[in-house]
């Protein structure tokens, strides 16, 4: 099995500024990661894919990189509507698995 | 505008069993593969389970593995997983889901295993 393991769990950031979420795979995938966004009471967001994709919902603040074991997630000037939990998920091999998430906070 | 909408949730004991159902629209089920994704109140997102678009393959987290099975309708566009052998860390949010890597999801159905 693949482990996901995201850093930090907790971001705590003010609006305007920029926020790097990390998420680090235990054996290679390529780059088939994707990212979500989760915010309380809601269902998870599709917000980029394969590694550095992003979807059409979201605006160009939203960056996607790495390939392999190393990817990285960027948010510049964050909004007070970015603050949610992001978990990355690799899709390259059964059985998928999540990251623990790093929740977003002001 | 593609829907996920999930039933069958609810209270149940440990060791019974549930059906959970989702009903897809807005895109061509027979065409995609879908899964079965959990969120654990203060754990995260834990995948379940994926079957395949014809439904010939079917894949489990090794924690469902034997309890919990996985089909599709193609011809009623609905997916269902059946639980049994429940257990108190099954508690959770079940989210049935478009795709491997998901790009639709339904808003979730509660499942609670409590005595």
């Known amino acids: 099995e693949i482990m996901m393991t995201q850093s930090p769990a907790t971001l705590s950031v003010s609006p305007g500024e920029r926020a790097t979420l990390s998420c680090r795979a235990s054996q290679s995938i390529s780059r088939n990661l994707v990212w979500y966004q989760q915010k309380p009471g809601q269902a998870p967001r599709l917000l980029i894919y394969?590694?550095?994709t992003r979807a059409p919902a979201f605006p160009g603040r939203f960056s996607g990189s790495g390939s392999g074991t190393e990817f990285t997630l960027t948010i510049s000037n964050l909004q007070s509507e970015d603050f949610a939990i992001y978990y990355c998920?690799?899709?390259?091999?059964?059985?998928?698995?999540f990251g623990r998430g790093t929740k977003v906070e002001i | 505008e593609v829907q996920l909408l999930e039933s069958g949730g609810g209270l149940v004991q440990p060791g019974g069993s549930l059906r959970l159902s989702c009903a897809a629209s807005?895109?061509?089920?027979?065409?995609?593969?879908v899964t079965w994704v959990r969120h654990v109140a203060g754990t995260g997102l834990e995948w379940v389970s994926t079957i395949s678009a014809s439904g010939d393959r079917t894949y489990y987290a090794e924690s469902v593995k034997g309890r919990f099975t996985i089909s599709r309708d193609n011809s009623k566009n609905t997916l269902y997983l059946q639980m049994n052998s429940l257990r108190a860390e099954d508690t959770a949010i079940y989210y049935c889901a478009k795709g491997t890597f998901i790009d639709y999801w339904g808003q979730g159905v509660p499942v609670t295993v409590s005595s």
């Open positions: 998920q690799q899709y390259n091999n059964w059985p998928l698995t």
């Open positions: 807005g895109f061509t089920f027979r065409d995609y593969a």
């Open positions: 394969a590694a550095s």
